[in-house]
């Protein structure tokens, strides 16, 4: 990071902290202590907190519930604020949410789709094209989660969808830019497009906002129709030279040799999931269909959900050996499985555990963020290319007095997440 030097800069430099700190913190955390945080001087957090309320990046409200004398402020999100776009693309249908400085989320859509790549993007497009025409300047960036991985301009591959090399910034219609996984932040002009991997985007989320908060080394596993696994040290889903890491599940760690629509054989992905329940009862599975009759496997059947946990047992044990991570997170199906088959997990691992990893396992947990992390990531994404100095200088340039509109409200299709505010 270039250091401030001028006060100008300085100001500049403040502002993103600030700004940071806030989103960081879930616009939890009242103006002192926000100051105290951050090691500034209350006049400087005083004015720092006047221009950023003028710029329409944030908005104060008293706290709700206070001691005796002066009512405490808590910077939040300002009701014109910036807004990140973000949309979770699933085998079957895909979501799309507007999410505020501090990250509360608003759904706007959720459609199903064929599973086409047309079927599931073309739509989304559209909807994103509405909803920035409608929103303005609010909308600072897009970010898009994807089930399969994702390389350079946005090109996915969901091998069991049938999909190969699907350039998704295109499909969409929007400008290409994208990133594999998780972007480290800064580098990237904000307001355009950014893909990544589900997965990694879920892990990301989990290490901003969920159990992966403040861990040095985590490992986080995303079960949908099949798996997908990342390491996150120091916060960061470590993406791989190409950027398509978040892969662990195309190892050969369920101890079969079954052909992969991946090209491998053996994929532990293949046996933890809503395909491997499918497949455990005998009914027709892939294509990213079945999700309900699979939750119906998972609620009813215990030999299919004794099998599921026994493969993310055991594959949850090498990963350990290799990685010796601190707690091993687990979201979406993974989590519900968790929920029904904890112990059952725990113990088909533990044999395969190295006896030195035994005497003190790491803490296996359900994701803090249920389905969302995936959105949750890929909204942080956007976040933090905007968080700059370049981001805020630029939201200034697009942000003239007379174009402050209140967007209207009717496209509020869903309650948010946390909160109420439509937007
Ligand atoms: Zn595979």
């Known amino acids: ?74 910077p939040g999100p300002h009701p014109r604020g910036p807004l990140a776009l973000a949309a979770d693309v699933r085998e079957d249908a895909w979501e799309l949410a507007a999410c505020e400085l501090g990250g509360r989320v608003t759904v706007l859509e959720v459609r199903p789709h064929d599973g086409t790549p047309e079927g599931a993007l073309a739509p989304l497009g559209e909807a994103v094209a509405a909803h920035r025409r409608r929103l303005g300047h609010r909308v600072v960036g897009v970010g898009m989660a994807l089930p399969g991985p994702v390389r350079h301009g946005g090109v996915v591959a969901i091998t069991h969808l049938g999909w190969r090399s699907v350039n998704v910034p295109a499909l969409l219609g929007l400008h290409p830019h994208a990133r594999g996984t998780a972007p480290q932040g800064g580098s990237k002009p904000p307001g355009l497009p950014i893909v990544g991997n589900d997965t990694a985007f879920a892990a990301l989320a989990e290490a901003r906002r969920g159990r992966l908060r403040g861990i040095r080394v985590g490992l986080h596993l995303h079960v949908d129709f099949d798996l997908g696994g990342v390491l996150v040290v120091d916060g960061h889903p470590l993406g791989g030279a190409g950027e398509t890491g978040a892969e662990f599940g195309h190892m050969p760690l369920g101890g079969g040799d079954r052909p992969c629509d991946c090209g491998a054989i053996g994929c532990w992905g293949m046996n933890v999931g809503a395909n491997a329940l499918l497949r455990h009862v005998g009914l027709a599975y892939g294509g990213g269909r079945g999700r309900e009759q699979a939750e119906h496997v998972l609620a009813t059947n215990e030999e299919a959900v004794a099998a599921a946990a026994g493969a993310l047992g055991r594959g949850i044990a090498a990963l350990v050996n290799a990685h010796d991570p601190e707690v091993v997170t687990l979201s979406g199906l993974g989590a519900e499985l968790w929920e029904r088959a904890g112990q059952a997990l725990l113990a088909a691992g533990e044999p395969y555990l190295m006896a030195i990893r035994r005497d003190r396992p790491p803490r296996v947990e359900a994701s803090a963020l249920g389905w969302r992390g995936a959105l949750l990531g890929a909204m942080e994404s956007v976040f933090d290319a905007f968080l700059t100095t370049e981001g805020l200088e630029l939201w200034r340039k697009n942000h003239p007095d007379q174009a402050r509109d209140t967007p209207d409200q009717q496209n509020v299709m869903h309650s948010t997440f946390e909160g109420e505010n439509p937007i």
């Open 1 to 74: 990071m270039k250091i401030a030097t001028t006060s100008g800069e300085l100001r500049a430099h403040n502002r993103v902290r600030l700004l940071r700190a806030v989103h960081d913190c879930g616009a939890a955390r009242t103006r002192s202590q926000l100051t105290r945080d951050l090691g500034l001087a209350r006049g400087t957090a005083s004015v720092l907190v006047a221009g950023l309320a003028e710029d329409e990046l944030l908005h104060e409200e008293p706290a709700s519930e206070h001691a005796r004398g002066r009512p405490t402020l808590v």
